[in-house]
């Protein structure tokens, strides 16, 4: 069984943390989904991002989300793989030193790690991106350039994924099913 590590905070975008929960729990991996200063039981608040013809995605407020860990008490040693979505929590979680190494010891140890839309975030402040491919939400697309990385461009549907080597990413929740199916390949999990 794979265990991964989910990364969540609060304002994480509704789609982006409950349907690869959903999946990845569904395709018999242990999902340990946590949040620094939170335990597990305890929830984090999640926002709907939605597409409706302005410039930018608009906000509404989501359903909780239940934690299934204790952030202080992961051991990442004993985790095959890290997913991390998008909305607003990587903004704020990108300030702790704690996940900021948590990312980086995936990287390390080229294990499996599959991102999405502002998780991208976590990702550019962790020191990673450099010499990397990655796809991501538009917006973000200049902190990963800032850093060294290369932007993939997203498709018209925002439905594309992208992989280099352990990292896949998406740019938003349309591309769920080519982003999941890409991380459980890589965490050697079949459906």
């Known amino acids: ?62 359903h909780n989300f239940a934690l299934t860990a204790d952030f202080a008490r992961v051991d990442v040693e004993k985790c095959n793989g890290l997913y991390i979505p998008g909305g607003r929590a990587p903004e704020y979680l990108r300030t702790n030193p704690k996940v900021l190494a948590l990312v980086k010891h995936f990287f390390d140890k080229k294990k499996p790690v599959g991102m999405i839309c502002h998780g991208v975030q976590l990702l550019t402040a962790a020191g990673v991106c450099k010499g990397r491919s990655m796809t991501c939400y538009p917006a973000c697309a200049a902190e990963l350039l800032a850093c060294g990385g290369t932007w993939v461009e997203n498709n018209a549907t925002f439905s594309n994924a992208h992989v280099d080597k352990n990292l896949v990413s998406g740019p938003a929740w349309p591309a769920h099913s080519n982003l999941l199916r890409e991380f459980l390949a890589l965490l050697d999990v079949r459906l």
């Open 1 to 62: 069984m794979a265990r991964v590590l989910l990364l969540a905070g609060d304002f994480v975008e509704t789609l982006e943390v409950f349907v690869p929960f959903q999946v990845m729990t569904m395709a018999g991996c242990e999902v340990l989904a946590v949040c620094p200063g939170k335990k597990s039981g305890e929830t984090v608040a999640t926002a709907v991002h939605d597409f409706e013809g302005f410039q930018t995605y608009t906000e509404k407020r989501g």
